[in-house]
């Protein structure tokens, strides 16, 4: 099993920046890749970006490339997404996931946290 807790969501106005942070309770011998997704109200659940367990590849989806970057610490056993140039439309409810090993598909989510920008 996989506890996953994010943190750092909040209100910020347009242009501005927030970090992300997911502590995950892992057991050592497991391993996973981790990713960011979010959901805002009416639209399904939106993948942005994965980093690799080795942490030496990363994917971005399109709408955040260049404004969104995942990192991790595996030694503190934490995930980040630093989001810089906020906008409205990026107003939705961020979840940290642990990706299956082989395969890429999300296995244990987080509960949320809320990122709410002003125009």
């Known amino acids: 099993q996989v506890q996953l807790v994010e943190s750092g969501g909040g209100l910020v106005q347009a242009g501005g920046s927030l970090k992300l942070s997911c502590l995950a309770s892992v057991r050592s011998s497991n391993r996973y890749h981790w990713g960011w997704f979010r959901e805002a109200p009416g639209k399904e659940r939106e993948f942005l970006a994965a980093?690799?367990?080795?942490?030496?590849?990363?994917h971005y989806a399109d709408s955040v490339k260049g404004r969104f970057t995942i990192s991790r610490d595996n030694a503190k056993n934490m995930v980040y997404l630093q989001m810089n140039n906020l906008q409205p439309e990026d107003t939705a409810m961020y979840y940290c996931?642990?990706?299956?090993?082989?395969?890429?598909?999300?296995?244990?989510w987080g509960q949320g946290t809320q990122v709410t920008v002003s125009s």
């Open positions: 996931a642990a990706l299956r090993f082989v395969g890429y598909s999300p296995q244990y």
């Open positions: 980093i690799t367990w080795g942490g030496d590849t990363t």
